[in-house]
């Protein structure tokens, strides 16, 4: 079984940055496709940012695009997501999550491991 640990989330101002980190224990993910998701109350998961398993090929949505970026450290069993440029509509919660293969898909239903998640809040 794999537990995902989120941390790094926060209060920032506008313009701010924060760095994700999402740690696993159990398992290692560097054979795992990694994802990054919000969720705001009353809106459905989305996906952020994604990454294959060593690294190669990325993903960032397009409401993100040119300020976050995704990376991971397999020899430490982590994946991090840098956040630069906050708004105020970057504002949720954030989830980290593991596929079982390497290489990474958009939908929530995809993924098989989830962290308890972490707040971002960006105040204007």
């Known amino acids: 079984q794999v537990q995902l640990v989120e941390s790094g989330g926060g209060l920032v101002q506008a313009g701010g940055s924060l760095r994700l980190s999402c740690t696993a224990s159990?398992?290692?993910?560097?054979?795992?496709?990694m994802g990054w998701f919000r969720q705001t109350p009353g809106k459905e998961r989305e996906i952020v940012a994604a990454i294959n398993s060593n690294g190669a090929s990325t993903y960032s949505a397009d409401s993100v695009k040119g300020r976050f970026t995704i990376s991971r450290d397999n020899a430490k069993n982590t994946v991090y997501l840098q956040m630069n440029s906050l708004k105020p509509e970057d504002t949720a919660v954030y989830y980290c999550?593991?596929?079982?293969?390497?290489?990474?898909?958009?939908?929530?239903?995809?993924?098989?491991?989830w962290g308890q998640g972490t707040q971002v809040t960006v105040s204007s």
């Open positions: 159990g398992r290692t993910l560097s054979n795992c496709a």
């Open positions: 999550s593991a596929r079982s293969v390497g290489f990474y898909r958009f939908r929530e239903s995809e993924y098989n491991y």
